[in-house]
């Protein structure tokens, strides 16, 4: 037992694993001529001037033979203890690992969706300021809808998945918020199919895109149009598309925006694999299409 915990407490830790290889293999080979010595002589003492017993013949103390046998006794002993602890170690150390990203990654997410949280409180507050300086009769709706809005965030949002219909519906909450800000220049629809009642995402998902949709759209001269889809399979696939008409200027221009490399790394911790997210422009319309394994 002493050998064995010498071995696994001080050779290893101390000397192998910092790769002092010739120390630990002195230090084993001292270690096992003072496991020899205390074992033969407390056998020698206590039990039989025969040292091996169990041999067909009487072994002497210090004979060749025998150093041999207590030699490979002593190996066998220490090998079978060290194998059992690096086992144990691995299975721990393996754990604690996953715990840790685990922990981690629950802390990565947390920073995303706290990006989102007061990125979408500004845009917000701007549109209100917006109709305050109008002095339009509009701002004590937007004060309405903001406050169920700040209700999402501040409660709805810390879970870590949320009713899909809910999702949508504070989309549309903000929907209703731009379009009070910017009139008959907003045409927005919205599509859903499938069975979406019992499903459940990640909140502040999909409103990140949709902030896109107003903060590159067309709106100054032209009319903003968007089409925002939402489809579950049978196959308990959730297909989120939306397309907007996009102005050339604001796409040339530098973004400092939370925008979709927020979307993308959440999802990435989220789903690994389990999912798809294309965007591409054509004919001078943006469109996002993501998919994702529910």
């Known amino acids: 037992m002493l050998l064995a915990y010498f071995h696994v407490y001080f050779l290893l830790p101390k000397v192998l694993f910092k790769r002092k290889i010739i120390t630990y293999i002195f230090g084993f080979l001292i270690a096992l001529i003072v496991f020899y010595i205390v074992r033969t002589e407390l056998i020698f003492l206590?039990?039989?001037?025969?040292?091996?017993?169990?041999?067909?013949?009487?072994?002497?103390?210090?004979?060749?033979?025998?150093?041999?046998?207590?030699?490979?006794?002593?190996?066998?002993?220490?090998?079978?203890?060290?194998?059992?602890?690096?086992?144990?170690?691995?299975?721990?150390?393996?754990?604690?690992?996953?715990?840790?990203?685990?922990?981690?990654?629950?802390?990565?997410?947390?920073?995303?969706?706290?990006?989102?949280?007061?990125?979408?409180?500004?845009?917000?507050?701007?549109?209100?300021?917006?109709?305050?300086?109008?002095?339009?009769?509009?701002?004590?709706?937007?004060?309405?809808?903001?406050?169920?809005?700040?209700?999402?965030?501040?409660?709805?949002?810390?879970?870590p998945r949320i009713r899909l219909l809910n999702e949508v519906k504070y989309i549309q909450n903000y929907i209703d918020l731009e379009r009070l800000r910017f009139g008959e220049k907003v045409s927005v629809k919205i599509n859903m199919s499938g069975n979406l009642e019992d499903k459940s995402v990640p909140p502040l998902l999909f409103l990140p895109f949709i902030e896109n949709c107003f903060k590159h759209g067309t709106i100054d001269n032209n009319k903003l149009n968007v089409l925002i889809e939402f489809d579950v399979t049978d196959s308990n696939l959730l297909n989120f598309s939306v397309i907007n008409n996009y102005n050339l200027f604001t796409e040339n221009q530098k973004n400092h925006g939370i925008g979709n490399q927020n979307v993308l790394r959440r999802l990435e911790l989220?789903?690994?694999?389990?999912?798809?997210?294309?965007?591409?422009?054509?004919?001078?319309?943006?469109?996002?299409?993501?998919?994702?394994?529910?």
């Open 46 to 159: 206590y039990i039989n001037e025969n040292v091996w017993p169990e041999s067909q013949t009487p072994q002497k103390a210090y004979a060749f033979n025998h150093i041999l046998v207590v030699f490979l006794i002593g190996i066998y002993d220490v090998a079978l203890v060290t194998t059992i602890k690096l086992a144990t170690d691995w299975v721990f150390d393996r754990k604690r690992i996953e715990l840790l990203q685990e922990s981690q990654l629950k802390t990565e997410l947390k920073f995303l969706k706290a990006q989102i949280q007061p990125h979408f409180f500004f845009n917000t507050l701007n549109n209100l300021y917006a109709l305050t300086l109008e002095n339009s009769k509009e701002a004590p709706e937007v004060v309405l809808k903001l406050s169920g809005i700040m209700e999402y965030i501040l409660y709805d949002a810390k879970e």
């Open 270 to 294: 989220l789903y690994k694999d389990n999912f798809t997210l294309n965007t591409k422009t054509e004919k001078q319309n943006y469109s996002v299409e993501l998919s994702i394994q529910l």
